[in-house]
């Protein structure tokens, strides 16, 4: 071979190749992690939506305002029986449990604030988000 010849030889092409292999097989893994980290963020952005949602359903009925007539008995109807939950109209198979709080037992403890908890669970019954928050009611 002379010393004039240019181009790469073939094992050059194939040393070139190695080391494209090695930097692909190096960025996989993160490329997945992405991907597996994007999957569940998007889970969890829809769990949230749903949950608030639900709460401002909620908050809707019952202004923070001590002139306005609000029922600690109303806010128990909003609770949903154990063992079920409110499925997510957007058809994403999520599931939420609304908890509400026990009212005052005397009418002397209103107004009072009630403690309401949502809690959002996908397909499998994983929980996905809990979001609380208190309703102030003025009357049993």
């Given at each position: ?22 930097l692909a097989l190096a960025v996989l893994p993160l490329i997945a992690g992405a991907t597996r980290a994007s999957v569940t963020n ?99």
């Amino acid at each position: 071979m002379s010393s004039r010849e240019e181009g790469f030889s073939i094992v050059e092409a194939i040393i070139a190749m190695f080391l494209l292999m090695v930097l692909a097989l190096a960025v996989l893994p993160l490329i997945a992690g992405a991907t597996r980290a994007s999957v569940t963020n998007t889970d969890l952005v829809a769990a949230n939506t749903f949950a608030n949602s639900e709460l401002a359903a909620i908050k809707t009925g019952f202004s923070a305002d001590l002139a306005t007539s609000s029922r600690c008995s109303d806010l128990s109807a909003k609770s949903t029986p154990a063992g079920s939950g409110r499925s997510d109209p957007a058809g994403s198979g999520l599931t939420a449990v609304i908890a509400v709080g026990a009212c005052p037992g005397t009418a002397d403890a209103y107004p009072a604030t009630i403690p309401v908890t949502v809690s959002v669970r996908d397909a499998s019954g994983a929980r996905l988000t809990t979001l609380p928050t208190l309703i102030l009611v003025v009357d049993p």
